[in-house]
């Protein structure tokens, strides 16, 4: 009793220490974590990314994609910059979003497209690099709703800064396919 709350938080809450710099590497779920239903996701997947004039417009690719994870990779470029020369939030965020989604899609059945519900994005630093690596992993893959969880990491040097986290809800779009005009 003789011990205040704030000496006993002092332990657990240690303000005189900043969090590290740069974070590990986030890595894909192991191939068997999930089995998609659809053999053909990886074609699925990429034709769809493809028609994204969204992804186009920004320079962003796929960078890597296995069941329940998508990486999509950006080049920085002074016009998805805002006025301080960092990458913009919402260039951050469409990366990421779309990331989370075709990480989604990966496991969804051929007859089907992907819609975002929601998502909830913290921005933890200033987005700037070489590249930013955009991660999406699936947390848990039901027959209507998919949520996901994605980092979005600057990268120089081969050294990775975490810049955003996002925790993503998803839609299956059942019998409607993922196809132009649909």
């Not at 805002?82 to 913009?88: A, K, L, M």
């Not at 899609?105 to 975002?116: K, R």
């Not at 991660?135 to 120089?156: A, D, M, S, Y």
């Amino acid at each position: 009793m003789g011990k205040s709350l704030g000496a006993r938080f002092d332990a657990y809450d240690r303000v005189d220490e900043a969090p590290p710099a740069t974070s590990p590497p986030m890595s894909a779920p192991p191939a068997a974590a999930f089995a998609p239903p659809d053999p053909g996701f990886e074609a699925r997947v990429r034709a769809s990314f493809a028609r994204q004039g969204a992804m186009r417009t920004i320079g962003a690719s796929i960078g890597a994609l296995s069941p329940g994870y998508c990486a999509i990779e950006l080049v920085p470029r002074t016009e998805l910059s805002q006025q301080h020369g960092y990458v913009h939030a919402g260039i951050v965020a469409t990366i990421v979003d779309s990331a989370g989604g075709y990480a989604g899609f990966t496991l969804f059945p051929a007859d089907s497209s992907v819609l975002t519900v929601e998502f909830k994005l913290n921005l933890l630093a200033p987005a700037q690099g070489e590249r930013l690596v955009a991660e999406g992993f699936v947390v848990k893959c039901g027959r209507t709703l998919t949520i996901t969880r994605g980092e979005v990491h600057g990268i120089v040097g081969g050294r990775r800064t975490l810049v955003a986290m996002m925790q993503q809800t998803l839609m299956t779009m059942h019998g409607r396919a993922d196809a132009p005009g649909t």
